[in-house]
């Protein structure tokens, strides 16, 4: 008597002997976790259009403060040196520390409450002296980048006239230091989230949660 065996198998190939059902064994079919899907893939920034469009009204809010500054800025130290009495006429360096100065008040209570009021660290003392250190930190560097543009200008170029101090300070200067306040500020100083933020990624599932979760 023959022996009842079974039929011999053979693998069912596409073309060029490439396994079908992607070469997986007949029967089994891969889990839909093996491959990738559309929405497992990161969406661009610039397709997202609430953060663009929070990152544009925070662009306006800065510069909205950082407008009233360099009025503040700009007015003082032209009334120190050139105004009534010119009280700081031979000293520009000294005008320009101090009206630097006050407009570092003004712009810091504008970003703190107004520009980054949602990243502004929380209410309590340790919160706001780091606050406090960093942007008082940030705000020297950007004074030292002024103040350095007009000695150059003034010294060492030798341009005295009261154009050559504006556009050196309030011009160069000005610009230099508000690029490099603005990314200080965003990326260093103004970075604690908001309880709201807090609270809501408590509420998300970890990603060890979700896989030790048993399926149904």
């Not at 950082?66 to 009280?87: I, K, Q, S």
């Not at 570092?104 to 340790?126: H, I």
């Not at 560097?141 to 543009?149: K, R």
């Amino acid at each position: 008597m023959r022996a009842n065996c079974p039929p011999p198998t053979t693998a069912t190939t596409g073309p060029m002997g490439v396994q079908r059902n992607g070469g997986y064994p007949r029967g089994v079919t891969p889990s839909r976790s093996a491959a990738p899907t559309q929405s497992s893939r990161a969406v661009p920034i610039w397709r997202d259009r609430a953060r663009m469009w929070s990152w544009f009204t925070e662009m306006m809010r800065f510069g909205a403060v950082g407008l009233l500054a360099f009025v503040v800025d700009t007015g003082l130290f032209n009334l120190l040196r050139f105004g009534p009495g010119e009280l700081l006429g031979h000293k520009p360096l000294t005008a320009k520390v101090i009206s630097v100065a006050v407009a570092v008040v003004v712009a810091w209570l504008g970003n703190r409450y107004w520009t980054f009021a949602a990243k502004r660290s929380r209410e309590t003392a340790a919160a706001r002296s780091r606050e406090l250190m960093q942007f008082a930190l940030v705000n020297v560097v950007g004074m030292a980048i002024g103040v350095g543009c007009l000695a150059v200008s003034h010294y060492l170029l030798g341009f005295t006239s009261p154009l050559a101090d504006n556009i050196s300070a309030n011009g160069v200067g000005l610009v230099l230091g508000t690029i490099f306040r603005y990314l200080a500020y965003r990326y260093w100083v103004f970075t604690n989230v908001t309880d709201e933020d807090a609270s809501a990624d408590a509420d998300l599932p970890s990603p060890e949660s979700s896989a030790a979760a048993p399926r149904a």
